[in-house]
């Protein structure tokens, strides 16, 4: 999609989407967000979630919601013209929606799904949320991010979950994520957007973690724990930081370089008999 309009409004606040946003990580990072001085455009495919979410906006600071279900081509550009007409441009696109083990059944820490259960309709379910809408995402929302400037933000998962046996579509579908952000924040060098991954580092304490009730929550990790990583990159601070992965439970704002790896395990890509740019 290409700009139809010039924006409205100055540019003079940042403005953010968040996406996944009534619950969990994305509830977590709409406040934060919006105490830092951002406008939030908050989506969710739970009508009553959003409503809920008014209670955190902050005067002077925008909060406008969209009910949409990302997985389909409607539901994103419904965020798009979402982002044209309530504000013209956009500085950061949070792409935190996704589904767990849990969207397969409630128990599944109990009964692992095996994967002799995995249907073409779960396989592509979760690929159509965890990788296909992301990427698509960004992609419609990127002629919006004014002045040669923006972030994109996708909250990926641990190696060990993208390994883990019972995890197979889950697994699946980050990965693709995973590498999707690689190659799109190599597309988008020099540009001015960048494209990172913040990892949580383990099981965060949400309702996609704790579904069906058999995890000990005292073992999970708080959603605040995303805070400190994802208001830096959305944040000047970041300016030609891309390409990264970002692991939560490292962060450290003196020492960001202990929670940062690239994109994609690069330093395995080996293979003699072909080389980038050949």
């Excluded at 902050?58 to 406008?64: F, I, K, N, W």
């Excluded at 933000?153 to 889950?170: D, K, Q, W």
């Amino acid at each position: 999609m290409s700009k139809t309009k010039e924006p409205e409004r100055a540019q003079s606040a940042p403005v953010a989407v968040v996406t996944g946003a009534s619950g969990g990580i994305g509830l977590v990072l709409v406040r934060s967000l919006l105490l830092s001085g951002s406008h939030v455009l908050a989506t969710s495919r739970r009508v009553e979630s959003l409503s809920a979410l008014q209670q955190y906006a902050h005067p002077g600071r925008e909060l406008a919601c969209v009910a949409a279900d990302l997985a389909g081509a409607e539901g994103r550009a419904a965020v798009v013209e979402a982002v044209r007409t309530r504000f013209g441009y956009l500085t950061c696109l949070v792409n935190n929606a996704g589904i767990g083990m849990g969207s397969v059944r409630p128990d599944y820490h109990a009964r692992p799904v095996r994967a002799q259960e995995i249907t073409d309709e779960i396989f592509q379910h979760y690929f159509a949320v965890n990788a296909h809408a992301p990427a698509a995402l960004a992609l419609a929302l990127l002629p919006w991010f004014g002045q040669g400037w923006g972030r994109v933000i996708n909250i990926g998962t641990s190696l060990h979950a993208m390994l883990r046996p019972g995890f197979l579509p889950y697994g699946m579908s980050k990965a693709a994520l995973e590498s999707a952000s690689a190659i799109l924040s190599t597309e988008l060098a020099g540009s001015g957007v960048t494209v990172n991954i913040v990892n949580p580092g383990g099981p965060i304490d949400t309702p996609m973690t704790t579904r069906g009730g058999k995890v000990a929550r005292s073992g999970l990790i708080s959603p605040d724990i995303m805070i400190g990583p994802v208001l830096w990159l959305a944040s000047r601070a970041a300016d030609g930081f891309t390409g990264k992965r970002v692991t939560a439970t490292k962060w450290n704002p003196e020492r960001i370089e202990d929670a940062v790896a690239p994109i994609g395990w690069p330093q395995l890509a080996t293979d003699s008999t072909w080389k980038p740019g050949s």
